[in-house]
């Protein structure tokens, strides 16, 4: 099975940055898909970007454009996610997750296979 640990959560103020890091054990296929999620208390779990390693497209939630930049380093079997101008609304668990190809949907949590444990963002204002 394919393995997935996040990691980069913190703390951070209004306004700066962060990088969280998903790194795969290995992947059994040679096409997948990486999405990022986030949860926060009292909330659903929510699609924040994704990235396609068949022709490397990528997508964000509205919530989330200009701001977070996703990217792969496919050597390393590492997704980062780029996190630039944070507010307090971005404090959440932060999950990554891996589909076996592409998915129409690939910001829906129930597309995906593959969970890591997550990692807390917590944005003060």
């Known amino acids: 099975d394919v393995q997935l640990q996040a990691s980069g959560g913190g703390l951070v103020q209004a306004g700066g940055s962060l990088r969280l890091s998903c790194a795969a054990s290995e992947f059994a296929f040679d096409d997948y898909t990486i999405g990022w999620f986030r949860q926060a208390p009292g909330k659903e779990r929510g699609g924040v970007s994704y990235?396609?390693?068949?022709?490397?497209?990528?997508g964000y939630a509205d919530s989330v454009k200009g701001r977070f930049t996703i990217s792969s380093d496919n050597a390393k079997n590492t997704v980062y996610l780029q996190m630039n101008t944070l507010k307090p609304e971005d404090t959440a668990v932060y999950y990554c997750a891996a589909l076996d190809g592409d998915s129409y949907s690939p910001l829906k949590a129930y597309e995906y296979d593959y969970w890591g444990q997550g990692t807390l963002v917590t944005v003060s204002s």
């Open positions: 990235i396609s390693s068949s022709d490397g497209s990528a």
